[in-house]
């Protein structure tokens, strides 16, 4: 397939248009974003000229801040306008008994005392951000009982955290990073680089092949194959570490896509282990290196590496992929259906265990993202998609972009 350069105008435009560009630069366009909902937070304080209308930016920064993908933001706004309605309604109660019971103010401050008390113990056990948003609400109101100016500025301060929640939102709309692509991309790249890392395995075992044909002491491979041993290390270090950037992305996931969190658990659990695996497949090669084989369990191994080698490298491409395709089965092939594998040495037998087993988990894995595929796939927005479709077919390059 001829891939064609992107223009200027491509490249510059991508990170608005194209999904996968808008993984690759993630960071810029959150800050892009963050400067933008500030602005209009400002000038939506400047047309309704509410009191305190510091806290309608506060408020965007406070959900917009620490937070780049929509399922996060869409969480924590719908627990702080869910904080501040309940802190209001809780207040206006508090502000109704004092006026018609007509208590003392002792009274008055026991059951604001109790009240926080129950509030921070829902905090706790349930309600979290929505509970500490309540307390706070409830207090910025009710803090000077007595007063003739009585939860008047606390009110202003509500409507205007929920005017910079609003305004937190529809910035979202402007350059949408959803955790769903995030995630996706992420899982991609990372059973792309485990495809590469597995079939360097197989390079790796065919070297020590080679240089115990030369009578090369096998011990001294991890000293001789030093270039190719930093090469696996840091495509291994790089595979962690987007191991790693794929949990932040799960909650999120979750919220935009109605996944079980679970399942992605599962998911992400099975994702760590097929890492593992490789691992041990990588730290078992050079071992091999004298230890023979017969042609038949030979085929096998050969097969085995070209086998999963590919089903890796499909499954990223149908994660990446904005069409609706569908992940093949891994290869059905057993090592019960080669009885000469139990004639080998122990070292051999264990790395056919670990083949095994890497089909399995990859197996387990296609299976749990075709199941789930429906609810992520849409949840990845199902416009930038066509578009990016449309450009495949249009251009005849490739899904990734090289940017």
Known sequence: MSCVKPTFLQRFTAPVIEPYARYQHADVLHAIRLGIAIILALLVNKVTHFPHGEWTTITVFIILGLLQYQGAIYTKAKERVLGTLLGIGTALGILWFNQSAGAWLWVDYALI???????????????????????????????????????????????????????????????????????????????EACSSLYAGVGNHIDAAEVLGDEHVNPAALAVEGVPVDKTLVAELQQINNRLLAVRPHIAATASE??????????????????????????????????????????ILLIHYQHELTQAMQHMAAVLRS????????????????????????????????????????????????????????????????RREQRRIEHKGSETDLHL
Request: net charge neutral; glycine share 10%; hydrophobic share 45%.
């Open 257 to 298: 896509s109605g996944i079980k969190k679970g399942t992605l658990e599962t998911i992400q659990r099975t994702h760590r282990n097929i890492i593992g695996t490789i691992d041990l497949l990588l730290s078992a090669a050079p071992r091999l290196a004298n230890i023979e084989i017969d042609d038949e369990n030979h």
């Open 322 to 385: 904005p069409s609706d395709e569908v992940f093949r089965p891994i290869t059905r092939i057993a090592v019960s259906a080669y009885p000469s594998v139990e004639s080998l040495g122990f070292e051999w037998q264990g790395y056919f265990w670990l083949t095994q087993t890497l089909q399995v988990q990859l197996q387990e894995l296609s299976d749990l993202l075709q199941e789930t595929k429906p609810q992520w796939f849409a949840a990845s927005g199902l416009r930038y998609q």
């Open 113 to 191: 005392g109790l009240i926080s008390g129950l509030i921070g113990y829902l905090a706790v056990k349930n309600l979290g951000y929505t509970g500490l948003l309540t307390g706070i609400t409830m207090l910025m109101i009710v803090s000077n009982l007595g007063q003739s100016s009585i939860g008047q500025d606390g009110i202003y301060r509500a409507l205007n955290i929920l005017l910079g929640t609003g305004v937190a939102v529809a910035a979202t709309l402007i350059l949408p990073l959803k955790s769903t692509l995030m995630w996706r991309f992420l899982l991609a790249s990372n059973l």
